[in-house]
């Protein structure tokens, strides 16, 4: 009887001696079994052995359990996973990205149809309506305009798209592989999927606007995919010592006008929804919803915060913004009118005029602030006006996408003008940012030239304190005392001698 013998050693699979002359045979044998293996069937096997051993033999039983045996399964699979091409995992990226961020917009959505009142009898009820509805919401998600309810929406929650840039980061951190291969394929997934979904949902007067979330998905994916690599693998920036330095000092200087701008915006936010707790407070008092409901109105608010925030930095610029046509929110003046009853409305100003008309200067301060701390390498006047010309242009482009991203139609009616006014938000920002730099690089500049003048300075004054040297050592000559120091006295004291005199004669003994 020919055999193939086989050692099991720490989960894998060696090969012994063949017994007979089935090398052949043998070899295909366990080429079979390590391919079972990658995929996890092998572990499922076992188990199936196990079970079936403990049920028909009476012999000792092992002490592991199908639980573990099922973990362990999971495991195999995961590893089978990691161990995959790079191809396939960034395929596998771009679908658990797109897959994943339609479930997080479908649970909520199907929570409440199935919390309905009228929802005794699970039988009566048409899921697919509430999975269309998510469907649209993940388009929406994706700076899509849809249509709900009757009502036209494409005030883009940006919540949500920071949540759908978060979910496919962190997959491609654990799945994508350190390849442009792999990172373009899991772009080129998301965004089929993600069109393929698109043209699903959509009616056919709609399509037209199907290209618009195409390149918003590649847009997305691009980012957080890039993201999730650097994070899980690192990332090199030695391609930027090729950039001139005017460029890399002017996106240096704009990503972080960017940053200072958003936070002082978002500090703004808070401190309206200090200021409106009670508004909020009542709103969803008057609301009366259940468990279900508010939890699923607090997430609906919580995806529209970031969009808040951004209309709170159009306010910072002098321009405001609009809650509804005919409403205006800005320093210098308010106009308010009836609202829905959200509570996330409460968070609105409630007050203009006065000091908040200085407002506007918040912005002036930050963009001198950021160019003051960043001058620490100064590359003269010509090529830092050119670095700031960058940070401008660079900073106005980040701020009008956002603006154009939180401006856009709420519901019917007067709610159909929601948002900031792209352009002249976007030009008042530039000119108080230009403002700033300004600002900035003078006082960068006199500060330059007070360092330079107290320089001189100090040096005198370290100069007078410094002891001055002696004729004799500015000569050459050595000093009396350090003469007789070195050369020693005819009068001394032999006994001084006698121990080193000694110590020789014990060491020649």
């Not at 918003?216 to 391609?239: C, F, N, Q, S, Y």
């Amino acid at each position: 009887m020919r055999v193939c013998a086989t050692v099991r050693h720490m989960g894998h699979l060696r090969t012994s001696r063949v017994l007979s002359g089935t090398e052949g045979r043998c070899a295909g044998w366990v080429q079979s079994r390590r391919t079972a293996s990658w995929f996890g069937l092998s572990a499922a096997g076992e188990a199936v052995q196990r079970i079936g051993s403990a049920l028909g033999d009476h012999g000792a039983m092992s002490t592991r359990s199908l639980a573990s045996d099922i973990r362990a399964l999971g495991r195999r699979g995961v590893a089978a996973v990691m161990a995959a091409p790079a191809w396939l995992g960034g395929i596998l990226t771009g679908l658990q990205g797109a897959v994943l961020s339609y479930l997080l917009v479908l649970a909520p959505t199907m929570a409440v149809v199935a919390a309905a009142p009228d929802a005794g009898a699970t039988s009566g009820i048409d899921w697919g309506v509430p999975a269309v509805v998510a469907a649209r919401v993940w388009l929406l998600g994706h700076g899509l305009p849809v249509e709900i309810g009757g009502a036209t929406v494409s005030l883009i929650p940006l919540g949500l798209t920071v949540a759908f840039g978060a979910i496919i980061a962190a997959i491609a951190r654990r799945f994508a592989a350190r390849t442009w291969g792999s990172w373009g394929l899991a772009v080129a997934t998301y965004a089929t999927v993600v069109t393929l979904g698109s043209s699903l949902v959509l009616l056919p007067e709609e399509q037209d606007a199907a290209p618009l979330v195409t390149v918003a998905a590649v847009a997305l994916a691009a980012l957080a995919t890039a993201i999730g690599i650097w994070r899980a693998h690192g990332v090199e920036l030695g391609w930027l010592l090729r950039v001139p330095a005017v460029v890399r000092a002017g996106l240096r200087r704009a990503a972080a006008i960017g940053a200072v701008s958003v936070g002082a915006a978002a500090a703004l936010q808070t401190l309206w929804a200090v200021q409106g707790r009670a508004r909020i407070a009542d709103a969803a008092t008057a609301l009366d919803l259940d468990v279900v409901g508010a939890a699923v109105l607090a997430v609906g608010e919580t995806v529209y915060a970031l969009t808040m925030v951004v209309w709170a930095l159009a306010w910072l610029t002098g321009q405001g913004f609009a809650v509804g046509a005919g409403t205006a929110y800005a320093p210098d003046a308010l106009t308010a009118d009836v609202l829905p009853g959200l509570p996330i409305l409460g968070a609105l100003p409630s007050d203009a005029g006065g000091p908040w008309v200085w407002a506007p200067v918040a912005l002036v301060a930050a963009a001198a602030a950021v160019r003051v701390a960043l001058s620490t390498s100064p590359l003269g006047w010509r090529r830092d006006a050119l670095a700031d010309l960058v940070a401008l242009a660079t900073a106005g482009a980040m701020v009008a996408a956002l603006m154009v991203a939180a401006n856009g139609a709420a519901g019917p009616g007067r709610l159909a003008v929601v948002g900031p006014d792209p352009l002249p938000v976007v030009t008042a920002f530039l000119a108080l940012t230009a403002a700033g730099l300004v600002v900035g690089t003078l006082i960068a500049r006199a500060y330059v030239a007070v360092r330079g003048l107290l320089r001189p300075a100090r040096a005198q004054q370290g100069d007078h304190a410094r002891p001055s040297a002696s004729p004799e050592v500015r000569s050459g000559a050595k000093p009396a005392s350090a003469s007789a120091q070195s050369t020693p006295s005819a009068n001394a004291s032999p006994s001084v001698r006698e121990p080193r005199s000694g110590a020789r004669a014990t060491t020649s003994r």
